[in-house]
């Protein structure tokens, strides 16, 4: 969906043609090779993957404070093993669990003041200051 945007916003690579076109069943590989290649033709330097990630944090943090996603979604992609560098991200990273599971037998009963406390580091994060450009 990201290629297909870029397309429609004027960037246009061979690759990035190719990319809009994959199917959702892609491979992940495959998808993750197009992406670099595409990002390249286009002369856009491929991030830190530890930079791209506490990006994708911060965009995770946003969809939660939208009502995009619930918290108990968050305990996938072992988002709890973010490096983070920030008094916010560790604030927001220290409240997700390891995994689905770990939301019940952890919280037990007080999954609502959890998801208050989670709702409340994901605003201070968002409104932290970024951490470098696009974020």
Known sequence: ??????????????????LAGLPRSADTRDIRDAFAQAL????????DPGLARRHAL??????LINGEID???LATDD???TEVETVEEQSFVGLIPQCGCCI????????RTWAAELRIAALALTS??????GC
């Open 71 to 73: 918290p108990a979604d």
């Open 128 to 133: 932290s200051p970024p951490i470098g450009p």
């Open 104 to 111: 019940e037998y952890t919280l037990g009963s007080d999954q």
């Open 40 to 47: 390249s033709e286009a002369g856009i330097e491929l991030p």
């Open 79 to 81: 988002w709890w093993e």
């Open 1 to 18: 969906m990201i290629a297909a945007e870029a397309l429609a916003a004027g960037l246009d690579t061979p690759m990035l043609r190719e």
């Open 58 to 63: 911060r965009r995770l943090a946003a969809r």
